[in-house]
């Protein structure tokens, strides 16, 4: 199949004018077995990168071991703006998806250079058709290809290693950094224009690769959850919702099968579980996802029956 060009509105971020995200639907097309393969070469290893974040569940865990923070520490969240598009294909980054290899393998050079010849042929022929027009993508990687958000983090590990880890302002001033794929979680101890500044040199790193930051001293959203600095230095975590948010939840009416739909409360109930760490914004959260759940045609006898599983009452 052609792979094809289309724009995905980003409604989470703006319901009226919301932005878009460049989509290449690669699906069965020429170069597809060749990005599946490099994506099951390159997810096993991502483990290997310090701040490398699976999901949400990846990142409460890792959270959870944190000891108390420091009073006066800063919550900051970085993200990169449009980091697929803007991953150059330069000589340079596939030496350094190379070293990468190098050290989290065992591959032989025959084995090193296949991956590396393989990424670059994916990279540089990635066609695909807008309109009654072929085009070329010449920078960046695809938003619809298997092997772009392993090769996105390992981009990613590289930038930090050269150019995060080695400031002098976050060796001295930085108490937490994780990252999934573009979206980081930084805790940081030192004064406002400090940040600002550590934020403005990495800026400036790369062509065309930049961060935008949200800071707070008392709480902020990251990926699903809303993070809380208390009083005593322990980090407090709820359910965040964006304020775009609608209750999508499957209709009770759809045709799915009936244990889809029997076993969906149960997982979103689990997942509030998961997340929210004080038991009475607990029952809050899971009242309020009963009510959605209410809205969609879900008898109140089968969400009660589900809570009593999880063991709630929400």
């Known amino acids: 199949m052609i792979p094809v060009f289309y724009v995905l509105p980003k409604v989470h971020k703006d319901l009226m004018n919301p932005p878009g995200r460049p989509i290449v639907a690669s ?89 590396v010849d393989l990424l670059s042929f994916v990279l540089h022929k990635n066609f695909f058709m807008f309109g009654d ?51 980081v979680f930084m805790i940081w101890r030192g004064g406002e224009d400090l940040l600002l500044r550590f934020v403005s040199d990495i800026n400036t ?32 975590v709820d359910l965040y919702c964006k304020p775009t948010d609608k209750n999508s939840l499957l209709h009770y009416s759809s045709c799915h099968p009936r244990h889809v739909k029997q076993s969906l409360p149960i997982s979103q109930y689990h997942r509030l579980s998961r997340i929210v760490s004080n038991e009475e914004k607990q029952a809050i959260r899971h009242h309020e996802m009963s009510v959605k759940f209410l809205q969609r045609g879900y008898p109140l006898r089968t969400l009660q029956r589900r809570q009593i599983i999880l063991g709630t009452t929400g």
């Open 27 to 115: 699906t069965n097309s020429l170069l597809s077995p060749l990005a599946i393969t490099l994506d099951r070469i390159l997810t096993p290893l991502l483990h290997n990168i310090s701040s490398y974040l699976k999901d949400t569940t990846d990142f409460l865990s890792k959270l959870h071991a944190i000891t108390p923070v420091v009073s006066g520490c800063t919550l900051v969240t970085l993200d990169v703006n449009s980091l697929y598009t803007c991953i150059d294909h330069q000589r340079e980054v596939l030496q350094r998806f190379n070293g990468f290899l190098t050290e989290h393998t065992d591959f032989s050079p025959d084995q090193l250079q296949f991956c």
């Open 133 to 183: 027009q072929y085009y070329i993508q010449r920078t960046g990687t695809a938003m619809g290809s298997n092997m772009a958000p392993p090769y996105a983090n390992i981009f990613m590990a590289a930038f930090e290693e050269t150019y995060v880890y080695t400031h002098p302002l976050f060796q001295t001033h930085s108490v937490y950094w994780k990252r999934y794929i573009d979206d």
């Open 205 to 236: 790193c790369v062509p065309n690769l930049s961060f935008s930051m949200q800071k707070s001293n008392v709480s902020i959203n990251f990926l699903d959850t809303m993070i809380t600095l208390e009083a005593d230095g322990n980090l407090d």
